[in-house]
């Protein structure tokens, strides 16, 4: 190899040398000039068309309490559960117009539970059954004469009221009618035994009072004319005949009756009386409305105006 040959030979190999650190520095600049990605920040390109979101059809509600007045109709006397069905849709259909929160119910466990929720809230509360009260709320046969659910629930000044149409109230227990062995479309005044499991030990015990009775003395029923609170609260009220009117002289302790609307002598002093209001001094009340065998009143109509005129107008 001649001298200019290694001569080239070397200036290549320096030239590579200075080229080669070159691209590395070239390349390590180049790397950190390249911002980190930051997922954040990057823009997503998206891959469905943005559709805008639609208004759910029932806006969200604020949380609502127990509804004031439950419909009971799981179990009916003196009323066919078909009868009972429409005054109890009557009614519900009437207090919602008036902006009152209520529900039907055929099951007594939520009876149960709903006057649990409902007893010293501090508002008035209203069930209405038909001739029955749930073994639920008040044990069949009165094995719990004082402390029952029901009777808790009319001790405190809530007010609450147990509004009771058709049969005697408290006298028949859940399940009672199908033990009578007569199918509802049978049903009538003359071949309807009496299988009321309570009779009348639930309403005595119900109001701590012995011997209070609903059979009108002498009579099958008693005529009951229209009072003037009567025809102020309930327009729907007329004169009708009572087989189970409240016997107004038989309240003891602090029961009167807060509000008659219609009697035997068509004003409050009287001796019978229904519809009425019976109230436990400041307490819890009981409600006696159209308590008639298989009679085809306003039942349902009643109801609501006592409820809306009265129990809860204010
Ligand atoms: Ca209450
Ligand atoms: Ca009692
Ligand atoms: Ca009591």
Avoid at 98 to 115: H, K, L, P, R, Y
Avoid at 210 to 215: E, K, R, T, V
Avoid at 281 to 300: F, I, S
Wanted: with cysteine.
């Amino acid at each position: 190899m001649q001298k200019h040959q290694w001569i080239v030979i070397v200036v290549v190999l320096i030239g590579c040398m200075f080229s080669f650190s070159g691209c590395q520095r070239i390349q390590k600049i180049v790397l950190s000039e390249v911002p980190d990605p930051k997922p954040a920040e990057m823009v997503t390109v998206p891959t469905e068309p943005v559709v805008p979101m639609l208004e759910p059809e029932t806006p969200a509600e604020l949380p609502m309490g127990p509804v004031d007045v439950l419909i009971y109709t799981g179990s009916t006397w003196w009323i066919t559960p078909q009868a009972a069905a429409i005054e109890a849709e009557t009614t519900k259909s009437l207090l919602q117009s008036a902006g009152i929160q209520v529900e039907i119910t055929e099951s007594e466990e939520s009876v149960s539970s709903w006057m649990l929720q409902t007893t010293a809230n501090g508002s008035v509360n209203v069930l209405i059954s038909y001739g029955v009260i749930p073994n639920s709320v008040y044990p069949r046969g009165n094995t719990q004469p004082d402390g029952s659910i029901a009777e808790n629930w009319i001790e405190t000044p809530d007010g609450d009221t147990i509004l009771n149409q058709a049969d005697y109230l408290g006298w028949n227990s859940t399940g009672d009618s199908e033990r009578a062995g007569v199918p509802p479309q049978e049903w009538n005044i003359a071949n309807l035994p009496s299988v009321g499991s309570n009779e009348g030990g639930a309403l005595q015990n119900l109001m701590d009072i012995p011997n209070i009775s609903l059979f009108p003395g002498g009579s099958v029923s008693v005529s009951m004319s229209v009072t003037p609170d009567g025809n102020a609260l309930t327009p729907s009220l007329v004169n009708f005949d009572s087989h189970r009117p409240l016997s107004l002289n038989q309240l003891q302790g602090e029961w009167f009756a807060e509000k008659v609307f219609a009697s035997d002598t068509g004003n409050p002093q009287a001796t019978y009386a229904d519809p009425v209001i019976a109230r436990d001094g400041n307490r819890g009340r009981l409600a006696m409305v159209h308590q008639t065998a298989l009679e085809d009143n306003p039942k349902g109509e009643v109801a609501a105006e006592i409820i809306i005129n009265y129990l809860l107008s204010e």
